[in-house]
């Protein structure tokens, strides 16, 4: 998909600043580094516009982009990197809770595993916590590139049994290497924001 319109509106860290347009919000949560901003880059076609990094930790605020004035993509910073400081995490932590607790224009998360592993307690964490917000979830499990096809039924339901997947959710593996659930992802997050 072609995309003409694509701005960063704001990098927020505070209510006071979220974008007040009232379009639909999708927002991207998972570990740190496990390609929350190449899955944004891939969906939007763009090479560097969510910045990545081989370094974990390189998202630090709530990035809101704003696709052809119809929908936003919220970035959020990766949860369970080690080397970040308790405060640090901690504000981390705060900041989203903020957010999913007062966003009214949300519609949906797409939450992020790592095809190649068990979720860790971080990801089963924030996906209860999601449910707890009565989120429809995606969980997208990416880097799929890096296994083999004959893992992908052994994969899925180590994932799923490691998460409590609900069955009313979606899951969908990903690459930003082969961009194969590209054409999923885009149908659920079109199902879920009316766009
Ligand atoms: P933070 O902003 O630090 O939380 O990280 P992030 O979740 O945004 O991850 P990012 O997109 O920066 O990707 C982290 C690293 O994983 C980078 O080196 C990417 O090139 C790599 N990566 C991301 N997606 C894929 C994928 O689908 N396949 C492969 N092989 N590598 C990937
Ligand atoms: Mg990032």
Not at 47 to 70: C, D, H, M, V, W
Not at 78 to 89: D, L
Request: glycine share 4%; aromatic share 10%.
């Amino acid at each position: 998909m072609q995309f003409n319109d694509i701005t960063l509106l704001i990098s927020a860290v505070d209510p006071k600043q979220y974008p007040q347009d009232g379009l639909p919000e999708i927002v991207l949560s998972g570990r740190s580094n496990v390609g929350k901003s190449s899955l944004i880059n891939t969906l939007l076609s763009r090479k560097a516009l969510a910045r990545t990094s081989s370094k974990p930790g390189k998202t630090q605020t709530l990035n809101f982009y704003q696709i052809e004035k119809q929908l936003i993509f919220v970035d959020v910073p990766g949860y369970g990197y080690a080397k970040v400081s308790k405060q640090q995490r901690e504000r981390f932590g705060q900041i989203i809770e903020t957010y999913l607790q007062t966003r009214e224009v949300l519609q949906g998360a797409v939450l992020l595993v790592d095809a190649r592993h068990e979720p860790t307690e971080d990801d089963f964490n924030m996906y209860n916590y999601l449910k707890y917000y009565d989120l429809p979830v995606l969980v997208v499990a990416t880097k799929v590139d890096k296994i083999k096809r004959s893992q992908h039924n052994k994969q899925t339901k180590i994932i799923k049994q490691k998460l409590q997947f609900d069955p009313s959710d979606q899951f969908v593996f990903f690459s930003a290497e082969t961009k194969v659930g590209h054409d999923e992802i885009w149908q659920w997050i079109k199902a879920h924001t009316q766009v």
